[in-house]
């Protein structure tokens, strides 16, 4: 008896080498990946970053050797009235943004919860928006609001609302308008998705307990539909939210900034300039406060999502 004891206690030492070299032999697999990911992504992160600290014009690119200068291109930027400009148009087509998607995806995603005829159709349609090249999509929009053969005046012409041609993006405010309601159309369907998702876990015993309860479709909505959704609306929001304040092309394509800065958020501030004005120091800064931005908008996220799962 305690010889077989002893047999089941005894370790196998001869499968724990090769265990070891199997998890070394499965690590290096992923060397490949690491290393993609370093070049592509980490180096030129540290670049950048790196560059807000340096005055880095053309000659110094070409031929390197660029001086330390600390935060004084930080203090140049933060003392001019185009950065803040900047800032603030890029923080009021975020929001923006957020909100008009957000309201879009739940919308259709309240719809599309729902079982009935063509709906996988139509929610295939829905998806065009997505994935479209961004190109394509801007090109739709400058199609639509165009001021002489757009689709949006004809129809306005038609009801009597409009005499003219009205140029939706040659004003300052409608222009900020136009690019939202363009980014928002690209983004709804992916939050939409989500949201669905987001419905389906709600548990039906809910809707049944507050319909016994006597409320009523708004107050189901409000009241049971809402807060079971709100990690998952929190995070679309953060997402879309991440997506927007980086936007480049969509804004590029359809108004270059215009008219006279309307549009001109801190992504294409800094790809003026780094491109137009080869001042490469400056972009950098502002390419710094767009990383920064998003990255202490996650760390609050996740820190509340932590505190909620430990309450």
Known sequence: MTAVLDRTRTPAPAHRPRRRAGNRTDQLFLLPAVAFVAVTVVYPLIYSVVQAFQDVGLREVIRGGADWVGFANFADQFGRAEFWQALWLSLVYTVGTVVLTYAGGLAL?????????????????????????????????????DGSYGL???????????????????????????????????????AMILLVAGLQGVPTMLYEAARIDGAGAWQQFRHVTLPALRPVSVTVMLLIFIFAFKTFDTIYLMTRGGPGGATLTLPLYAFQEAFEFRRYDTAAVATTVMLLVPLVLSIFYFRSLRREETA
């Open 109 to 145: 995603a309240l719809l599309f919860v729902r079982r009935f005829a063509g709906r996988n159709v139509m929610r295939a349609l829905l998806m065009l928006a997505w994935i479209l090249p961004t190109v394509v999509g801007a090109n739709v929009w400058r199609w639509l609001l």
């Open 152 to 190: 949006l005046n004809a129809v306005l012409r038609g009801l009597g609302l409009i005499d003219g041609d009205l140029f939706w993006l040659g004003q300052p405010g409608p222009a900020m308008v136009s690019v939202i309601a363009a980014t928002a159309w690209s983004f709804a369907p992916f």
